[in-house]
């Protein structure tokens, strides 16, 4: 068993005991595991497959430097731009589609930046500087946390002038920077998924949603065997299979929090 050594990293789950040889690491985003996804798929993959999964639940940047370092046999993560440099370093065998869903901002019901109903998230962004409103980014070089910065740059706000005044990085999770909003009832990009299986929630409500730039596609990996020949390829590539099959696709949109849908299987035919 190979030794992760990764700050912050997160052994979420191991099936039924099984054979050494049987059982992979898969490096993820936290959003598929703090929203459930994985406690809902694994089990069935396992079952079906006879090979059990245990996952590194870390921020995407880190999920892809662990793949990097050969520490991982899958990688399934959400920042296309990085997933492609992955790719084209040669550090995977090829890049699949699984499923998306969407970021959302999260705020105080009483709204002081005035952003509830807007789809325009880069307005509603440029509203919570002017107001100078508490705003949590998740700072850890995940995926959500790319496409926070992302938006930021389009909407022309220079971060650096907010830091440690309204703007704070916590270089957290997503789960903690639901909880420090939830706390200081501070804004926060989030994606659907985290936010639907969050209990926590305090005084905050969904205030900015449905903009096309906040869609939120999820990828997977399979780490290059002939640049780390400790890849476990044949039940590395197994599980990405079966996660991009009819049976693997219908379990990503079966899996529900109170009766409405975390994810969206769009892997291709």
């Known amino acids: 068993m190979r030794k992760l050594v990764t700050i912050g990293a997160v052994l979420l789950w191991s099936t039924i005991t099984f054979a050494q040889d049987r059982t992979i690491t ?114 850890d070089k995940s995926g959500t946390h790319a496409a926070e910065l992302r938006l930021w740059k389009e909407a022309g706000v220079d971060l650096s ?37 969050f209990k926590n929630r305090g005084e905050l409500a969904i205030l900015t949603e449905g903009d096309k730039r906040l869609f939120n596609q999820y990828g997977v990996m399979l780490v290059n065997p002939a640049m780390h020949p400790n890849v476990k390829a044949k039940e590395g590539q197994a599980f990405i299979d079966w996660l991009v099959s009819p049976q693997g696709q219908q379990a990503i949109a079966g899996y529900k929090v109170g009766g409405e849908q975390l994810f969206f299987p769009n892997a291709p035919n």
Do not use: C
């Open 26 to 139: 898969v490096a993820s985003t936290t959003s598929t595991e703090q929203s459930g996804l994985f406690g809902h798929l694994l089990p069935l993959f396992s079952k079906a497959e006879g090979i059990g999964v245990k996952v590194v639940a870390v921020g995407t940047g880190q999920a892809l430097d662990i793949g990097r370092r050969g520490d991982a046999d899958v990688v399934f993560v959400h920042d296309r731009p990085a997933e492609d440099r992955f790719m084209s370093e040669g550090q995977g065998v090829k890049r699949f589609d699984v499923m998306y869903n969407d970021f959302v901002i999260i705020g105080p019901k009483s709204d002081p930046a005035q952003i509830s109903g807007s789809k325009d998230v880069v307005e509603a962004l440029r509203k919570i500087a002017a107001a100078k409103v508490p705003f949590i980014s998740r700072g």
């Open 161 to 197: 002038a907010g830091k440690d005044a309204w703007y704070r990085e916590i270089g957290q999770g997503m789960g903690p920077a639901l909880n420090m909003a939830s706390s200081s009832n501070a804004y926060v990009l989030s994606d659907r998924g985290t936010w639907l299986s």
